[in-house]
């Protein structure tokens, strides 16, 4: 093994390192890692708001036997063939010893630290876009019309890994999903309630202004902060939706 190698290898082990170091034993998995680890039990090539791959990892998580150890490994190992792809994409472009081990330090002590504890798509959607960059610099070299195919590959995998960006969300309480495009008639709702801040369980304000307003489904769990969440689908708007989003916004913020 030569020594660009070793050092490859030596950032590969810190990686993995650091992620598992990093990880507090006080603390129990992210609510959404849940969510993508159950899964697992409900395989389909497609969902409304997550991607279809992670299921397929989480499948796998299943059958090495569900531990923490396991959970934690794949968004490192992504973070770690990320780190790879970046070194063999600096060596495609001719990089000294230098600028391969600082291309893998920027990466290593990046905010990807804190991205790959997380069992979520981010991680692979990372590595996902990373190696289609690599690929299309193989073929701007090369001219090869493999790495083209190769990119295109990459490109699909990477899609099935990414979270559905048509799904919009809009909350009154969370800056960070408080927009919403108003370029289009809003007719159908979706609306999702924590019990304890619902005091209109008969959905008595809304029913007037929609055709159909019904219980779509509830989850129970006593455990669980919001220990209650009743989602309900309003369908075939009497009134601008729209406006009544917008003004209630703009209220708001002001």
């Known amino acids: ?3 660009r190698n070793c050092i490859l290898l030596g950032f590969i082990l810190l990686k993995f390192l650091l992620q598992y170091i990093l990880i507090s034993p006080e ?3 992210h609510r959404d890692e849940y969510l993508h680890l159950d899964q697992a039990h409900h395989l389909a090539w497609g969902y409304l708001s997550v991607p279809p791959f992670t299921s ?3 499948s796998l998580i299943y059958i090495l036997g569900n531990s923490v ?3 934690k490994f794949f968004p490192a190992l992504f973070g770690a063939l990320t780190i790879v792809v970046v070194w063999k994409a600096v060596e495609e472009l001719e990089g000294s010893l230098f600028a391969l081990i600082l291309s893998a330090t920027c990466v290593l002590f990046s905010a990807l630290l804190a991205t790959n504890t997380l069992y979520q798509p981010n991680s692979f959607d990372v590595l996902s876009w990373t190696t289609f960059y690599f690929f299309f610099i193989k073929y701007l070299k090369t001219e090869n019309p493999k790495w083209l195919y190769l990119a ?3 490109f699909g995998i990477g899609f099935y890994y990414t979270k559905n960006k ?6 009154f309480n969370a800056d960070y999903i408080n927009w919403l ?3 289009r008639e809003i007719t159908d709702v979706v609306l999702v309630k924590v019990k304890r801040y619902d005091d209109d369980r008969d959905r008595k304000k809304e029913t007037p202004f929609f055709d159909t307003v019904y219980l ?3 989850r129970i769990n006593q455990y669980a902060r919001e220990d209650t969440i009743s989602i309900y689908v309003l369908k075939g708007a009497k009134i601008d939706v729209n406006k009544v989003i917008k003004d209630e916004t703009d209220k708001i913020k002001n």
């Open 1 to 3: 093994m030569n020594k």
């Open 27 to 29: 603390y129990d998995l």
């Open 56 to 58: 397929w990892i989480s």
């Open 69 to 71: 150890f396991w959970v």
């Open 152 to 154: 295109a590959l990459v």
């Open 166 to 171: 048509k799904v919009v969300a809009h909350s």
């Open 181 to 183: 495009p108003f370029d």
């Open 216 to 218: 779509a489904t509830q």
